[in-house]
């Protein structure tokens, strides 16, 4: 079992960016498939994107293609997400997930405990 911990969210402008970080502990010798996740007030919580055990496979949601992208570096035990062009549609708590299969959904084994994006207008 491992542990997920995300940080880097915060408030920005629309056009802005911000690159989010989801740091793993406990057994990181176990490998998973990770996922990036979000849910706004009122809403369910939606997939944004996920990445392959190693990275070698990416897969994200329509709204967010070609302006976030998903990666690992699995040495620092962390998954990133690159979100550029943020709009205020992309407002939402983010979270990151980890399970063993791909492309990760919401039900997910193991969930952080999420971080906050908010895109002002």
């Known amino acids: 079992q491992v542990q997920l911990v995300e940080s880097g969210g915060g408030l920005v402008q629309a056009g802005g960016s911000l690159r989010l970080s989801c740091a793993a502990s406990?057994?990181?010798?176990?490998?998973?498939?990770m996922g990036w996740f979000r849910q706004a007030p009122g809403k369910e919580r939606e997939f944004v994107a996920a990445?392959?055990?190693?990275?070698?496979?990416?897969y994200y949601a329509d709204s967010v293609k070609g302006r976030f992208t998903i990666s690992r570096d699995n040495a620092k035990n962390t998954v990133y997400l690159q979100m550029n062009r943020l709009n205020p549609e992309d407002t939402a708590l983010y979270y990151c997930?980890?399970?063993?299969?791909?492309?990760?959904?919401?039900?997910?084994?193991?969930w952080g405990q999420g971080t906050q994006v908010t895109v002002s207008s």
């Open positions: 990445i392959t055990i190693i990275g070698s496979s990416t």
């Open positions: 997930a980890a399970d063993k299969s791909f492309p990760v959904d919401v039900s997910a084994r193991i």
């Open positions: 406990g057994r990181t010798d176990s490998s998973y498939a």
